[in-house]
C-alpha cells in the first residue's frame, strides 16, 4: 500500500499496519477547565476531532488516534527547574508567595483541578507523538494539546505551565535527533527560544506578531541565537494588521529555504490558530486561506512532520484551522459526508469548513507599511542567516 502524504514522494506503508498517521487524544485532557471565563479550551480538540470525522479527514486505514503513553517525570528536569516543578505540584493547594512568584495563580496562568495532571499530559501527548515519528513508521502525528511555548525554565507563563516543546525536544537531542522548529503561533514562542538558543542541532523560526503591539514582548529578528546556536533562531516579527499578502511573503522567503538548507530529521510545526483575523488575543488579518497556503509551501521540506496545536482562542475556528492543517499534511480533500443533509450543520454556520476555507482575503489600509516593513525583516534574515546556511 502507497500512503499518499505529504512528502514529494509517496510513502511505501508496510502490510503489517505500520500507520502512517497519528493524533494523541484524551478526553479527560480535553474535559478540562481552566477557568470558566479563561480564554484557553483544551475542549478545542473535542471540537477537532469531530470535524475530522465530519469532514471525512481520517482514513482507518492510515489513521491512529491513541492516548498518550506514559512518561516519567524526570523528562520534565532536562527543562525545568526542579524546585519549579515541585511548586507547580503544590499549588494547587492553594496560591503562597513561591508559587505566585513563578506565576502560577494569576489570571493567565489560573490555579485549577487537575492542573499539573493536565500539563503533565500534554507533554506525555508531545512525547508519544515525537516517539512515534522516530522510532516508528509513522509520517505525521498531531497533538491538540501540545505547543506551550511560553513557559520558562522556572515560570508559568502566557497560560503554559510545562514547556512540551523544550522537554521533549531535550530529550530528543540527547539521542542525537536534529529536527526545525517552525513556531506559527501568533506570539514568540520565547521558552522554547530559550531552551535550544545554544544549539546548532535545533533550527527554531518563529513567524509572530511583532512584541511591540503584542505579548510576550520579545522576538525581534536580532535575536539569533548565541555560541554554536548562532543563525539557529530564527525570529520573523509581523506588524499588527498584516495580511496573507505579507504573511505569506515572509513565510515563504524564509521558512522553506531554511528547513531545505538545515535537512532535518524531522519538522515541528506549532500550528498556532491565533494568526486567523477573527482571533480575539491577536492583531492580525490572516485568512483560513492564508494559513493554508502557508502550510502547503511547507510541502516536500521535510518527510515527517509533528504538528502541535498551540494557540487559538475561537472554540469554532480554532479547530477547523486545525483540521485544515491536517488535510494539508496528510494530503487529502476536505469533503462534507453531510452535504445536502437537512440537520447537516450541526455545528453552525461558522464551522462550515468549505466555506470557511474560501473566506475572503483582508485588505485594507496600512497594507503598504505592513509590506515595507516584512521586506526589512525578509531582507535583514537573508542576509545575516542566510550565508550561515549556504543560501543566497
Ligand atoms: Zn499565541
Redesign the pocket.
Known amino acids: 500500500m502507497t500512503y499518499p502524504g505529504f512528502a514529494d514522494s509517496n510513502i511505501r506503508v508496510e502490510k503489517k499496519r505500520e500507520w502512517a498517521n497519528l493524533i494523541t487524544y484524551s478526553e479527560k485532557l480535553a474535559d478540562v477547565l481552566y477557568d470558566e471565563n479563561h480564554p484557553f479550551k483544551p475542549q478545542r480538540a473535542k471540537v477537532f476531532l469531530e470535524l475530522l470525522r465530519r469532514y471525512n479527514l481520517l482514513d482507518e486505514r492510515f489513521d491512529r488516534v491513541v492516548e498518550p503513553q506514559k512518561v516519567e517525570e524526570e523528562i520534565l528536569y532536562l527543562f525545568h527547574e526542579r524546585e519549579y516543578v515541585e511548586v507547580l505540584k503544590r499549588a494547587e493547594l492553594g496560591p503562597d508567595l513561591e508559587v505566585l512568584k513563578r506565576g502560577i495563580g494569576t489570571e493567565d496562568n489560573p490555579i485549577f483541578k487537575g492542573m499539573f495532571d493536565f500539563a503533565f499530559g500534554c507533554v506525555s501527548c508531545t512525547f508519544t507523538c515525537f516517539r512515534e515519528i522516530v522510532e516508528e513508521n509513522v509520517v505525521f502525528a498531531f497533538n491538540p494539546f501540545g505547543g506551550f ?2 513557559a520558562e525554565r522556572g515560570f508559568a507563563m ?2 503554559c505551565y510545562l514547556n512540551d516543546v523544550a522537554v521533549v525536544g531535550k530529550y530528543f537531542r540527547k539521542r542525537g535527533k536534529r529536527f526545525a522548529i517552525i513556531d506559527m ?3 514568540h514562542g520565547n521558552g522554547t527560544q530559550d531552551a535550544f538558543y545554544e544549539d546548532n542541532g535545533v533550527l527554531t523560526i518563529s513567524i ?1 506578531e511583532s512584541g511591540t503591539t503584542s ?1 510576550p514582548g520579545g522576538g525581534s529578528e536580532h535575536e539569533l541565537g548565541n555560541y554554536e546556536g548562532y543563525g539557529y533562531n530564527v525570529n520573523i516579527p509581523i506588524p499588527a494588521g498584516c495580511d496573507d499578502d505579507a504573511y505569506l511573503y515572509s513565510f515563504q522567503s524564509i521558512v522553506p529555504p531554511l528547513i531545505k538548507a538545515f535537512s532535518p530529521d524531522f519538522l515541528v510545526v506549532l500550528v ?1 490558530t ?2 486567523h483575523k477573527d ?1 480575539p ?2 492583531n492580525l488579518n490572516v485568512t483560513a486561506g492564508g494559513f493554508k497556503k502557508a502550510l502547503e509551501s511547507l510541502k516536500g521540506t521535510c518527510e515527517k512532520v509533528v504538528a502541535l496545536g ?4 475561537s472554540i469554532s475556528k480554532s479547530p477547523a484551522l486545525w483540521a485544515c492543517a491536517y488535510s494539508v499534511f496528510t494530503g487529502r480533500e476536505v469533503v462534507d459526508q453531510f452535504a445536502g443533509l437537512i440537520g447537516g450543520m450541526m455545528y453552525g454556520p461558522e464551522l462550515d469548513l468549505i466555506s470557511f476555507l474560501k473566506e475572503e482575503p483582508v485588505s485594507g489600509k496600512g497594507k503598504e507599511a505592513c509590506m515595507r516593513s516584512v521586506e526589512r525583516v525578509v531582507n535583514f534574515v537573508k542576509e545575516r542567516v542566510f550565508p550561515i546556511f549556504g543560501l543566497k
Open positions: 511555548h511560553h502566557g497560560f503561533d501568533a506570539h509572530h505579548f498556532g491565533d494568526i482571533d488575543l491577536s498551540a494557540g487559538g482562542y
